[in-house]
């Protein structure tokens, strides 16, 4: 039903689970856990598997939270489950029994902890997002509810990963537009001009010059299995109408 990082579930106080789509009620293409409320699935199965969650988490019916995720570089600081999601990408809380949550099929979840300051957030990283500040803004609403990254652990949990994530020129161009340096993260794919992306390659880097104390990266790749996880990806190439959302979550105990 989930898996864990080894760092986050080291700290004293916090509980966290990147979810897998095993465990759940839902068929068809959503067959197992899944969690998107912005997906086609029959609402009675999203709003079993997303109780199913709090359970696993122990939070209260209702306080699983995810934003109305629209790949923006934005991040909310929350304190109750709110009465209209906000559009953002990540959340941030510093109260106890709020699940702080994403929602991916590729995109990368990242899930924060500061284990001394009590605070814990949940980013929706795609490539777009991990570029335009996320992870940023992410860390910032943090520091206001009193975090200080060298103490905050970071996890990276499944995604699409290199072996599985082709770019066209266009991204390649956007890409190395902004930092000759990004190329690093390119390595060439079978098509001519085409690229093999590694996103969590890049989300580890921004990290790492954003000044997080710690971070854990799963390794676990969406696109390439199936029994356990949701791909965008894959089922657009398989010119499926639809697809699961997995969830990230992190609450304080």
């Not at 559009?87 to 979840?109: L, N, S």
Request: glycine share 10%; hydrophobic share 45%.
């Amino acid at each position: 039903m989930k898996v864990e990082s080894a760092a986050l579930s080291a700290l004293p106080g916090i509980r966290h689970a990147f979810f897998t789509r095993e465990g759940g009620v839902s068929q068809g293409l959503y067959a197992g856990l899944n969690g998107g409320t912005g997906s086609r699935d029959e609402p009675a199965h999203v709003a079993e598997n997303r109780a199913r969650m709090e359970a696993a988490l122990a939070v209260p019916s209702g306080h699983l939270l995810t934003a109305w995720q629209v790949h923006s570089p934005d991040c909310v600081i929350v304190d109750r489950p709110w009465d209209e999601r906000p559009k953002a990408d990540a959340v941030a809380t510093a109260t106890a029994g709020i699940a702080a949550a994403v929602t991916i099929a590729d995109c990368g979840p990242v899930l924060f902890a500061d284990p001394i300051a009590r605070v814990v957030g949940a980013a929706h990283a795609g490539w777009k997002g991990a570029v335009g500040g996320v992870l940023d803004a992410t860390l910032a609403r943090m520091e206001e509810l009193g975090a200080r990254r060298e103490n905050i652990v970071a996890a990276i949990g499944p995604l699409i990963r290199q072996p599985s994530y082709e770019v066209g020129p266009d991204f390649i161009e956007t890409l190395t537009g902004l930092d000759d340096a990004n190329a690093r993260f390119l390595i060439p794919s079978a098509r001519p001009g085409h690229a093999l992306f590694d996103l969590p390659g890049y989300i580890a880097a921004r990290l790492t010059a954003l000044g997080v104390g710690t971070i854990d990266d799963l390794g676990l790749d969406t696109y390439a299995d199936e029994a356990r996880f949701f791909s965008y990806r894959r089922a657009t190439h398989r010119n499926e109408p639809d697809y699961g959302r997995l969830i990230a979550a992190i609450t304080l105990v």
